[in-house]
């Protein structure tokens, strides 16, 4: 997988686990909420209960209370409304409940509804004996009193089972809790574990990568700088006795009579052929380890390109090479008209030593101005560039020429990008090669 899909990857996952967190979050604030709304009702209930239980028995003792004042003596009719009040009252509180009783709770209001019923009737039996003989009867009216009293206390202890419930409840959902969280736990972990992993993927591992490539590009540079001051000494040490076997080969030719004695004009001649390769040579390692910064100055594209042409027609005749200018346009840009003179010498003469083995070896010379940007271009009709070198074409010493430094397109390059541009291969095959000098238009 690419940099790029790891990293889509891992912000869908990351999306994924982040709505799974919202969701586990939601759920867990949702049973939170029931559980406290359980504790709540349970609290309601039990207040509810008890004050039901205590009005409840209060009602009763008031009833009973009236009864026995109503059979303790005369039967009058204020006695009488003062106990059917009381009455009705108890029938009108327990008939409507304040609080909603559902199972057993149920099943003892009935059974208080019930024997209150049967308390009012034995009471009205109590009443209808002599005054003589309600004394001896008062247990008619005193044992439905204590049934009630007694189903009242059933009453009180359904009540607290549906607590108990209510409790059993809260403690299922409080079981339900932790049970989801540690399977939420259980489940996220891992795949907290694959978006690290993910993130380190595509983000960190990149930025190490990277960070590795920068250390090893500075060390890299460090070496090639010290190699290139080591060149840079080395030839300046090489210069100067070349330079003196240059004039005792000059001086040693005058003296050699080609005629008399070809065989040492020969060797003469051969020797100042190698003096300049390696003049050549030196001079192409002064450039690459110490680069000249451009000097900037206004130039014409047409009279540049002109006056490379008309410069160099005769060094490629003698290369055997037929030099030509193709679309050459007249613009003013800014440049250093050498830099640039010495960077396309680099590039016609690798053109030229590519197609010189044919007998109809070409190289085009084009000038080019565009809308962002001014492109020189050589092209060659030579065999191409080889697969196994194009990667490291513009790289130090990278060359199959016999004799040859590697050095010429790395200096091309270097002079181009210090104009802010860039060398490219801009095409190639086994019909030629095309290079192009593309320059920001100042």
């Known amino acids: 997988m690419t940099i790029s899909a790891w990293r889509q990857a891992a912000v869908a996952l990351a999306l994924c686990l982040l709505a799974a967190v919202?969701?586990?979050?939601?759920?867990?604030?949702?049973?939170?909420?029931?559980?406290?709304?359980?504790?709540?009702?349970?609290?309601?209930?039990?207040?509810?209960?008890?004050?039901?239980?205590?009005?409840?028995?209060?009602?009763?003792?008031?009833?009973?209370?009236?009864?026995l004042r109503l059979g303790d003596g005369e039967v009058n009719a204020g006695k009488q409304d003062q106990y059917a009040v009381l009455f009705a009252r108890n029938e009108a509180f327990f008939r409507h409940p304040p609080v909603s009783l559902t199972g057993a709770a149920a099943a003892s209001l009935e059974d208080v509804q019930k024997d209150l019923r049967i308390y009012g009737e034995?009471?009205?039996?109590?009443?209808?004996?002599?005054?003589?003989?309600?004394?001896?009867?008062?247990?008619?009216?005193?044992?439905?009193?204590?049934?009630?009293?007694?189903?009242?206390?059933?009453?009180?202890d359904a009540c607290g089972f549906r607590l108990m419930d209510r409790v059993s409840e809260m403690r299922d959902s409080m079981k339900e809790m932790q049970w989801l969280v540690v399977t939420a736990a259980a489940v996220m972990t891992p795949l907290f574990g694959v978006l690290l992993w993910m993130i380190h993927r595509g983000w960190f591992r990149p930025l190490q990568e990277k960070a590795a490539e920068v250390e090893h590009a500075k060390t890299a540079r460090d070496e090639m700088a010290s190699l290139s001051s080591l060149a840079a000494g080395l030839a300046h040490e090489i210069r100067n006795p070349?330079?003196?076997?240059?004039?005792?080969a000059y001086a040693l030719g005058l003296l050699?009579?080609?005629?008399?004695?070809p065989k040492v004009a020969a060797q003469v001649a051969s020797m100042n052929r190698e003096l300049d390769r390696v003049e050549h040579i030196v001079g192409d390692f002064l450039i690459y380890a110490r680069p000249?910064?451009?000097?900037?100055?206004?130039?014409?594209?047409?009279?540049?390109?002109?006056?490379?042409?008309?410069d160099h027609q005769a060094e490629m005749q003698q290369r055997g090479v037929r030099f030509e200018l193709g679309a050459v346009e007249d613009v003013r840009f800014h440049a250093d008209p050498e830099l640039l003179r010495q960077a396309l010498l680099n590039l016609v003469r690798n053109a030229a030593e590519a197609c010189g083995g044919r007998t109809d070896g070409r190289v085009q010379l084009e000038a080019l101005a565009l809308e962002r940007r001014i492109v020189l271009a050589v092209t060659d009709n030579g065999p191409g560039v080889p697969?196994?070198?194009?990667?490291?074409?513009?790289?130090?010493?990278?060359?199959?020429?016999?004799?040859?430094?590697?050095?010429?397109?790395?200096?091309?390059?270097?002079?181009?990008?210090?104009?802010?541009?860039?060398?490219?291969?801009?095409?190639?095959?086994?019909?030629?090669?095309?290079?192009?000098?593309?320059?920001?238009?100042?």
């Open 387 to 442: 697969e196994d070198l194009k990667e490291r074409l513009f790289k130090p010493f990278a060359t199959l020429k016999r004799g040859g430094t590697g050095l010429g397109l790395t200096i091309s390059r270097g002079i181009a990008r210090r104009h802010g541009g860039d060398l490219l291969l801009a095409a190639t095959s086994a019909e030629g090669t095309r290079f192009e000098i593309r320059l920001p238009r100042l």
């Open 242 to 248: 070349v330079g003196a076997l240059k004039n005792r």
């Open 122 to 156: 034995q009471v009205q039996s109590w009443l209808a004996l002599p005054d003589k003989e309600r004394l001896a009867g008062l247990m008619r009216a005193d044992e439905p009193f204590r049934e009630l009293l007694r189903d009242l206390q059933a009453l009180r």
């Open 292 to 310: 000249s910064e451009p000097r900037i100055v206004p130039c014409s594209l047409a009279e540049l390109v002109d006056t490379f042409h008309h």
């Open 256 to 261: 050699v009579d080609a005629e008399l004695q």
């Open 22 to 67: 919202a969701g586990l979050v939601l759920l867990f604030v949702l049973r939170l909420r029931e559980v406290e709304q359980l504790r709540v009702l349970a609290h309601e209930e039990q207040e509810i209960g008890l004050r039901f239980h205590r009005d409840g028995a209060a009602l009763m003792l008031d009833l009973h209370s009236a009864a």
